[in-house]
T-cell receptor, first 115, second 113 residues
Framework: AQTVTQSQPEMSVQEAETVTLSCTYD???????LFWYKQPPSRQMILVIR??????QNATENRFSVNFQKAAKSFSLKISDSQLGDAAMYFC????????????FGEGTQLTVNP | KAGVTQTPRYLIKTRGQQVTLSCSPI?????VSWYQQTPGQGLQFLFE???????NKGNFPGRFSGRQFSNSRSEMNVSTLELGDSALYLC????????????FGQGTRLTVV
């Protein structure tokens, strides 16, 4: 079974600074997808960024980028120029290609952005 | 276009009762997945429906069931409620099973007393 681990329950960052959230996963599959989701107090999960395992290039979406290390099974999220609106719970998630739409989530990291 | 709609937003039930939660996916989406979120267990996959058929099931007891209608709307039912069923239930919709992007609703907060 696949597992996803986020070892940082809480992180904080100063506004305009950069923060990196860590995620590791375990799988025997060679083809899969990885995601970072954000859950603000409104509780709605919002997709931040995704990475296809077959792509070596790290995904980037504006201020959000990932460091995908397939051999190390590591998938960290870097948030640049942090904004107050970035404060939320962040979840790392895994989906195997043969798993339909089933996502396996990590425990989450609560990010606080200090003004 | 409208997002994923879950109803009701909040629910309080008594132990032993049953409950039905509803999820209307984004128009055109045919896959609906359900997740349970609790402080202790985190986010856990319940099941996925695609074209009115259950495609995937998580490790939950048979008290948890679901269905999907021809318009892709989905319901999940929990019978004989237990205190431990208190959770946020999230629904996610995708174009089809295995789509690279899933869109989530705001969830139904179920409290069992």
């Amino acid at each position: 079974a696949q597992t996803v681990t986020q070892s940082q329950p809480e992180m904080s960052v100063q506004e305009a600074e950069t923060v990196t959230l860590s995620c590791t996963y375990d799988t025997s599959e060679s083809d899969y997808y990885l995601f970072w989701y954000k859950q603000p107090p409104s509780r709605q999960m919002i997709l931040v960024i995704r990475q296809e395992a077959y792509k070596q290039q790290n995904a980037t979406e504006n201020r959000f980028s990932v460091n995908f290390q397939k051999a190390a099974k590591s998938f960290s999220l870097k948030i640049s120029d942090s904004q107050l609106g970035d404060a939320a719970m962040y979840f790392c998630a895994y989906r195997g290609v043969g798993s339909g739409s089933r996502l396996t989530f990590g425990e989450g990291t609560q990010l606080t952005v200090n003004p | 276009k409208a997002g994923v709609t879950q109803t009701p937003r909040y629910l309080i039930k008594t132990r032993g009762q049953q409950v039905t939660l509803s999820c209307s996916p984004i128009s055109g989406h045919r896959s609906v997945s359900w997740y349970q979120q609790t402080p202790g267990q985190g986010l856990q996959f319940l099941f996925e429906y695609f074209s009115e058929t259950q495609r995937n099931k998580g490790n939950f007891p048979g008290r948890f069931s679901g269905r999907q209608f021809s318009n892709s709307r989905s319901e999940m039912n929990v019978s004989t409620l237990e205190l431990g069923d208190s959770a946020l239930y999230l629904c996610a919709s995708s174009f089809w099973t295995g789509s690279t992007e899933a869109f989530f609703g705001q969830g139904t907060r179920l409290t069992v007393v």
